[in-house]
């Protein structure tokens, strides 16, 4: 599990439950890990490149594969670059089982709320040129919320406002795609 993962995971449920669940350890993706070649891995990442990275080292070595079959869940879309690294590691494709985009990219912090988990989005939002990549992270956590709870929300910002304003419309752009 990346970091981002295990933050998602431990706002909705403890590691008691986890447990409970038959699941026998887990750890952190970037850590070093004892192979074991003997169960099933249950990778639970964002696809960022590290992650990808790490995953695809799990599986370099054909004498010496990390697990046995391995289920991928990510917490937002893979890109097109990064499932054609994917595909072109054979060991790896080869012991895929499940590989799911699950699109679950914020913390459920209570029943009726959820937090994005920017802690420096204020700095981000006042001090970028519109356009700038954490518009389009924002509008893209913001799409997860919705595909969440099979929503597809009217749109309504102050159109003075150049952030809003690249917000909403990186936004509708994801959602619609």
Do not use: W
Request: charged share 20%; hydrophobic share 40%.
């Amino acid at each position: 599990m990346c970091d981002r993962a295990l933050r998602v995971v431990n706002s909705v449920v403890g590691m008691y439950d986890i447990m409970e669940r038959r699941i026998t350890t887990v750890e952190q993706l970037k850590r070093k890990r004892q192979p074991l070649p003997e169960l099933d891995g249950v990778y639970l990442v964002d696809p960022s490149q590290q992650s990808i990275d790490q995953i695809l080292a799990d599986f370099s070595n054909p004498k010496k594969p990390m697990y046995n079959n391995v289920h991928l869940f990510f917490l937002t879309p893979v890109s097109d670059a990064q499932m054609t690294k994917i595909k072109k590691a054979k060991l790896l494709l080869s012991k895929i089982k499940t590989f799911s985009e699950i699109n679950i990219d914020f913390l459920a912090l209570e029943a009726n709320s959820f937090h994005l988990d920017m802690n420096s989005c204020f700095k981000e939002l006042v001090c970028r040129t519109p356009n700038s990549m954490a518009h389009k992270v924002i509008a893209a956590q913001l799409v997860t919320v919705c595909a969440t709870l099979n929503e597809y929300p009217h749109i309504r910002f102050k159109q003075s406002s150049s952030i809003c304003c690249d917000i909403a419309q990186s936004f509708h752009e994801q959602m619609v795609s």
